[in-house]
């Protein structure tokens, strides 16, 4: 990576006004979150595939909340690192919607507020009849039961076969059509259809900026790629004296 590509990167983002920011997996390793498809992911010789759908939960919802509650621990245990720090003074200094991918609610906690959760968050449970949204406690009952109408909630999280929620996705499209510059943090690029929030950029002419070790599918579509991790590339992205 040579320099004068960073200082290229460094002055796009100064000039900014309108900043989309889309974060995956990586952006929460280095607060010892382990990835969705990891090793770590396998639990009592299940998949995390065979155990994050709809159909799972009705055979056996309380496997699925066990499971659950074993996610929540590992997140509540967690505290958020340098890039969501990072990425929450940058929400200061620009017009910032940061669409996540992750369920850890670490963006919130370290103090990003227009924060878009596509795929939920593993901190909430939500009522199967009414649909509150109810915080989750250490040690909450399982499962747990609404507090407000007293029917029992399921986690508040996309599974597999469930589409994104109307609403916050299309948020994400307006603030991905709308930016100067999309900043692709520590996520694949194969999920859809949060992947096709940097393609709609770019074809909106934003500048493209890619945060991965590893070249991902969207790295053709970036105009700059920091071959680092989230930690690292918020790092060099905001240092120097061309820091925003």
């Known amino acids: ?33 382990p990835t969705f498809r990891g ?11 065979d155990l994050a759908t709809p159909q799972a939960y009705a055979r056996d919802p309380i496997l699925v909340w066990e499971w659950y509650a074993m996610r929540f621990e590992i997140v ?14 940058l929400e200061q200094e620009k017009h910032l ?7 850890d609610g670490l963006h919130k ?38 507090s407000r109408c007293g029917e029992r909630a399921r986690p508040n999280v996309v599974w597999f076969g469930e589409s994104l929620p109307q609403a916050t996705f299309q948020n994400a499209i307006n603030a991905f059509a ?26 909106q002419g934003a500048y493209i900026i890619e945060i991965n070790p590893e070249r991902t599918p969207l790295s053709s579509a970036a105009d700059t790629s920091l071959p680092m991790s989230a930690l690292e590339g918020m790092t060099v992205l905001m240092a120097g004296d061309e820091r925003v």
């Open 178 to 203: 709308d930016a100067d510059l999309a900043l692709i943090i520590g996520t694949s690029g194969v999920v859809e259809p949060a992947a096709s929030l940097a393609r709609l950029a770019k074809e």
């Open 76 to 89: 509540t245990n967690a505290q958020p690192n340098r890039a969501h720090g990072l990425l929450a003074e």
């Open 109 to 146: 906690r370290a103090g990003s507020k227009s924060v878009l959760e596509l795929h939920g968050n593993i901190t909430q449970s939500r009522c199967e009849s009414c649909g509150y949204l109810d915080g989750l406690e250490p040690g909450f009952e399982i499962p747990p039961h609404c």
């Open 1 to 33: 990576m040579s320099d004068a590509l960073i200082r290229e990167a460094r002055a796009a983002l100064k000039r900014a006004e309108r900043v989309a920011v889309l974060t995956g997996a990586g952006v929460s390793a280095e607060s010892g979150i």
């Open 39 to 49: 090793a770590e992911g396998f639990w009592r010789s299940y998949r995390p595939e």
């Open 97 to 103: 919607t940061l669409v996540t991918q992750n369920v």
